[in-house]
């Protein structure tokens, strides 16, 4: 009998064996940059207005939270945790589906991992089998839900997050199939949240998505277990695409999430390509006469802000990231984005002399940059963000980034507890100040 594809799904999430070491190596640097990001984040406005419900709110004592002592319920620390990683926008991204893995299934595995007593490995393992079901069923959707307007870190995000949490509640395959098929009527997240504090809340509502799903079918709650691609399921009504054969491929054996894109810049990642380009350019603000980047016309709707006035709105801005790098502004910096920045009458003159133009000959990790120096040389680079990154040199920058968000000793301490079978309380502890 041939399985569905939500079958197909959730055999892989509660029953698939242990991934491959090299996949799980970089799932645990994600979850470094992941608690790096959140704590780094704790202070933004959208964290604090989330915080502060949950300790309004209170609740049964199961889960930390980023930027607070106690514990919280297991899907109140979800949401907060999910908000408040993204809330930089400076996580991990998977340009298989252009989503952000970590930000919506890391929340959601260690939450139940902490609720139930589970181990760091494991933990560790089921955010690494949820990251890559959020994947997988991002290229089910396909680009076309992207385009129209649906966020996926949040929608395939939410299966993915479920995937972990019902892993870690023990939920069989029946059983996780009706988390997914709950998930399908809960999954929510929208493109026009870009540029506001919606887009991290996006990511938390993910996370609690997946605790709440695992939670109830933990208890024997019935769902349609086809309810993603059934006749009026998520797919039908969320501009799916059905690429059932394209997610499927590989699965359990070949693991996608091993091709995640750290960030290295503190902005969206679709700007990270021409930032790259411009570093090996070197190029220098007054020596300027005018910048042309080419990108996918993808990024064109996302990232392409002319004139922020915000150090948020500057995060998706070609014109304004690319002047901040001619007038040394370091790009890696939290800081750096600010209405301070946007303000600099330096950066105001140079981002006119900026213009941004799509090229469908690239793909979405590409850019091309062409600068023109007022002696009239012609500097011209290109980049793409899948070009080959060992796990060393993944490793030592993802260590540099933690270490300069939250330090030296702490970075290391959180790399070394990641590194040993320990409770996943341990990780967790590290979330608070």
Known sequence: MTRSFSQSLAEFAAASGHPAESALTVARLSALDWLAVGRAGAPEPVSEMTRTMALTEAGAEQAGIFGAAGRFPARAAAL????????????????????????????????????????????????????EMSIRVGLWLGRSHYQTGFHQTATAGAFGATAAAGRLAGLDAAAMQHALGLAATRAAGLKVEFGTMGKPYNAGIAAATGVEAALLCAKGFVANPDALEAPFGFGATHHGAGNVETALAGLGDEWLFETVSHKFHACCHGLHAALEAAR??????????????????????????????????????????????????????????????????????????????????????????SVLRRDGVRLE?????????????????????????IGPDTAATCWNILNNDVPAGEFAALLRP
């Open 80 to 131: 907060v945790n999910g908000t408040t990683s993204h809330a930089l926008d400076y996580d991990d991204t998977h340009f298989a589906h252009i989503g952000h893995p970590s930000v919506a299934v890391f929340p959601a595995a260690l939450a139940m991992a902490e609720l139930n007593g589970r181990s760091l490995p494991e933990t560790v393992e089921a955010a690494l089998i949820g990251m």
């Open 280 to 369: 090996s350019l070197d190029i220098a603000g007054p020596e300027i006469a005018e910048i042309a980047v080419r990108t996918h016309p993808r990024w064109m709707s996302v990232c392409n802000q002319p004139s922020p006035t915000t150090g948020l709105g500057a995060k998706f801005s070609y014109r304004t990231v690319l002047a901040m790098t001619a007038l040394g502004y370091d790009t890696a910096q939290l800081d750096s984005y600010s209405e301070r920045t946007c303000a600099d009458p330096r950066l105001v003159e140079l981002r006119e002399k900026v213009a941004v133009r799509e090229d469908d000959g690239l793909s979405e990790t590409q850019a091309h940059l």
């Open 381 to 405: 680079a290109e980049h793409d963000l899948l070009a080959p990154l060992s796990i060393s040199e993944r490793e030592t920058r993802i260590r540099q980034k933690a270490a300069a968000l």
